[in-house]
């Protein structure tokens, strides 16, 4: 049997790492949870409208702690790998059960990263609905990370209790305190490195931060008109307004004649990517309030696209009611761009990009 006497494969850089590691996972799955409930909320679950930076905030955090992971999980399987070669494999039915779990772990674990990544990047090389396997997978990892650390506590307590530096012995490689450092630098560059795509004053050094500033009228587009089915907007277009008290249809030119709000808010995309833009356009509650609809009104929203997830989409009443949420017509003072939504669409803040529809044709009162 081979012997491992790097300075790495130790308990105490294992359990260091360890607590990194679950920080950074903790961050990833709980802003993980708020990201697929705002998409897919439950009857219980509400998402408040300020600050308006909310999600932005929510979606940065999970990208970027799920980025760091990933230096970090390499890290600790490189200092826990020699116990794969132990003899024997299997001690007993308990030990056999634990490296279950930690298989389960293991594989739970990549393929959070390695989806979430492909899915940073906008790639789906593969044939399942990324939201549900990823929300599914994601329950499984941090169930059987709970039970990881609750059999290895005793050991974690007291490797973290004991000083890194102590009884130092010559071995070959970097010292502990030195893979220490390493594994730190790793997780931070990978943490420079994408963050610029939520944080605009690290979009010049985040060489990694992805769709910061490209699109037409200086803002990223993940889904164009062409992709969405979308074709050339007639004269003909109209918007078709309903609620109890009846149905209104309205020209660009008759939007434009109303009433216009100028807000700054930020597309905050699931991807990770955001970034702040100044919308004109007109306030949803007074195109609801037209048609009859009162303060707790939620509006289903439907797109003039031909098809996909998100081609209709549900405004809560408190998104609804806000005076930042718009039928945005203009774009940094100018007409949207086609790709951007034109004739309109919605803006509102402390809402995912996938839910700020565009080719709005149809507003229904439906609370």
């Known amino acids: 049997m081979p012997e491992f006497r790097g300075a790495a494969h130790d308990a105490r850089v294992t359990s260091r790492i360890g607590r990194w590691l679950g920080i950074a996972f903790g961050l990833c799955f709980v802003t993980g949870l708020l990201s697929h409930g705002i998409q897919h909320p439950p009857a219980w679950f509400s998402w408040p409208t300020r600050p308006v930076n909310l999600f932005r905030v929510n979606q940065g955090v999970h990208v970027i702690s799920g980025i760091v992971s990933i230096p970090l999980l390499v890290a600790k399987l490189w200092t826990v790998y020699p116990k794969l070669f132990a003899k024997p494999a299997i001690r007993s039915l308990p030990h056999a059960l634990e490296r279950v779990s930690i298989l389960a772990l293991l594989a739970a674990a990549f393929f959070q990263l390695a989806t979430g990544l492909f899915n940073v990047a906008q790639n789906y090389p593969w044939g399942f609905y990324f939201v549900t396997a990823h929300y599914a997978v994601a329950w499984i990892a941090v169930g059987t990370l709970l039970l990881h650390i609750a059999v290895k506590l005793p050991i974690i307590r007291e490797s973290l209790s004991t000083p890194v530096g102590l009884q130092q012995e010559a071995a070959a490689g970097l010292s502990r305190r030195a893979f220490l450092r ?155 761009d086609l790709d951007h939504g034109y004739p309109c669409r919605i803006i509102a803040p402390s809402r995912p990009g996938v839910l700020q529809t565009k080719w709005v044709g149809r507003l229904v009162v439906t609370g």
């Open 182 to 336: 390493s594994t730190g630098l790793a997780a931070g560059a990978a943490a420079l490195a994408t963050a610029g795509a939520t944080v605009p004053g690290l979009q010049g050094v985040s060489f990694l931060g992805w769709r910061s500033t490209r699109g037409p009228q200086g803002l990223p587009v993940n889904r164009t008109a062409t992709a969405a089915g979308v074709g050339r907007i007639t004269d003909a277009w109209r918007l078709e307004v309903t609620g109890p008290g009846g149905s209104r249809r309205l020209s660009l030119a008759e939007l434009t004649a109303l009433p216009q709000t100028t807000a700054e808010l930020p597309i905050a995309c699931v991807e990770g990517w955001s970034q702040s833009a100044t919308w004109t356009g007109v306030r949803i509650t007074d195109l609801i309030g037209s048609v009859g609809a009162g303060p707790q009104a939620a509006v289903r929203v439907e797109s003039l696209e031909q098809g996909g997830a998100y081609r209709v989409s549900e405004l809560p009443a408190a998104h609804a009611r806000d005076p930042l949420t718009l039928l945005a017509l203009r774009l940094n003072g100018e007409e949207l």
